[in-house]
């Protein structure tokens, strides 16, 4: 049983680039949150996706957006990168059942991006 | 808005001793979930526990507890006989209800505890 995956593991971008990170959610799961987490910080949440849409979003610009495939896989896309964006992004996935509130998250091993 | 703090930023122990993560939280929503999450130094979260808002039932899996108490908005966690592995940061997290259509809220977390077993 396959669990989440991230691609790329690293990534070195420079300062005004664009990146798009990757995420696919481990077997069975429908949803996908994003978070980034700063060093030493906790994770923040950015956004999650179900059914291909944009369900909830974190305190976060809109140079952070994202999509949903009919697989459920995901990417997140950063624009104009900033110095302050250098951080492990980490992609969870968990499943919504109709009537059920709730079930865990289970993270990615999440994709180091150093932006200089 | 929700919140969630752990005020021991890191704690250090000898191992075999007992060690407790304290976790505070704050929200407005009567109905919750509260979450414990390993980070051991590879980076990849580890799920450890799941509690509902309304289930205030401590659970003990192994060497770990949680001592979950609404009437003082905590959910603590407890490590007994520790053990060198056990070294790792530990995050508690908070996500509200999405309302009837199921599923939860983006996971609102702690700053973390960083924990030191020695040898």
């Known amino acids: 049983d396959a669990g989440v995956t991230q691609s790329p593991t690293h990534l070195i971008k420079t300062r005004g680039q664009q990146v798009t990170l990757r995420c696919s959610p481990k077997?069975?799961?429908?949803?996908v949150s994003w978070y980034q987490q700063a060093l030493g910080q906790g994770p923040q949440f950015i956004f999650q996706?179900?059914?291909?849409?944009?369900?909830q979003r974190g305190n976060f610009p809109d140079r952070f957006s994202g999509h949903q495939f009919p697989n459920y896989s995901s990417e997140l896309n950063v624009n104009a990168l900033l110095l302050g964006d250098s951080a492990l992004y980490l992609c969870?996935?968990?499943?919504?059942?109709?009537?059920?509130?709730?079930?865990?998250?289970?993270f990615g091993p999440g994709t180091r991006l150093t932006v200089t | 808005a929700q919140k969630v703090t752990q005020a021991q930023t890191e704690i250090s122990v000898v191992e075999k001793e007992d060690v407790t993560l304290d976790c505070v939280y704050e929200?407005?929503?009567?109905?919750?979930?509260l979450f414990w999450y390993k980070q051991p130094p590879s980076g990849e979260l580890v799920f450890l526990i799941r509690?509902?808002?309304?289930?205030?039932q401590n659970e003990i899996s192994g060497r770990y507890s949680w001592n979950f108490q609404k009437s003082t908005s905590s959910f603590n966690f407890t490590i007994t006989a520790s053990q060198v592995v056990d070294s790792a940061v530990y995050f508690c997290?908070?996500?509200?209800?999405?309302?009837?259509?199921?599923?939860?809220?983006?996971?609102?977390f702690g700053k973390g505890t960083h924990l030191i077993i020695q040898p």
């Open positions: 969870a996935s968990s499943l919504r059942l109709a009537g059920v509130h709730s079930y865990e998250q289970y």
């Open positions: 077997s069975g799961h429908d949803t």
């Open positions: 996706y179900y059914e291909e849409e944009e369900r």
């Open positions: 929200t407005r929503d009567t109905t919750y979930y």
């Open positions: 509690r509902n808002s309304f289930d205030e």
């Open positions: 997290a908070l996500s509200e209800a999405q309302g009837s259509g199921g599923g939860a809220d983006g996971l609102t």
